[in-house]
């Protein structure tokens, strides 16, 4: 059967049994064969070795996880999550209170918020958020915008890849 991948884990196959003290692992490995060209074998095991990865295949793994999460969070309705980081000056005039009044208005999404000092009068807050991609962006863009904030960026990704789920439910109305 070319072109198809041949699974021995299928739900209705009896598994085989393990070797003595070996405990069998929820999720089974699909083994299959990957044609690149020389040119990309190197690239590819150029990029292993840079992001010291135990193998090509956490590496392809980790390059699929990166797509699907890509592909998942162009629906603005996905679970998805971010990362915000700030920088501001804490003596700015009222910085720390129009993002307190931020924070709390995207309450139910902010999962997490951190402050760090640092040298010379410079803060950093870093904000975790949860909810639908379209309200954790909206969140973020709000508070990168607050008035003070010297620098602000997020980063989004989606709990999917690593089998999860946000948690977050929509009980209230938007």
């Known amino acids: 059967m070319a072109g198809e991948a041949r699974r021995s884990d299928r739900p209705e196959a009896e598994p085989r049994p393990l070797p003595k003290g070996r405990k069998r692992k929820d999720k ?9 060209e020389p040119d990309l074998l190197a690239l590819l095991d150029g990029w292993v070795r840079a992001r010291n990865s135990s193998s090509r295949s956490e590496a ?3 390059l699929i996880r990166k797509e699907l999460a890509e592909h998942e ?22 910085v720390l209170r129009r993002l307190t009044a931020v924070e709390h208005r995207w309450g139910v999404h902010v999962r997490s918020s951190s402050h760090v000092h640092l040298e010379g009068g410079s803060c950093m807050q870093l904000i975790g ?23 602000g960026q ?21």
């Open 73 to 94: 969070l162009g629906d603005p309705n996905s679970d998805s999550v971010a990362s915000v980081l700030l920088l501001y000056r804490h003596d700015a005039p009222n």
């Open 28 to 36: 089974y490995v699909v083994r299959l064969g990957v044609s690149l």
């Open 154 to 174: 997020y980063s989004l990704g989606t709990p999917l890849v690593a089998g999860g789920t946000t948690g977050h439910r929509h009980p209230h109305r938007h």
């Open 129 to 151: 958020l949860v909810g639908k991609r379209v309200e954790v962006v909206n969140a973020a863009e709000d508070l990168r915008g607050v008035k003070g904030i010297a620098y």
């Open 60 to 62: 392809l793994r980790a």
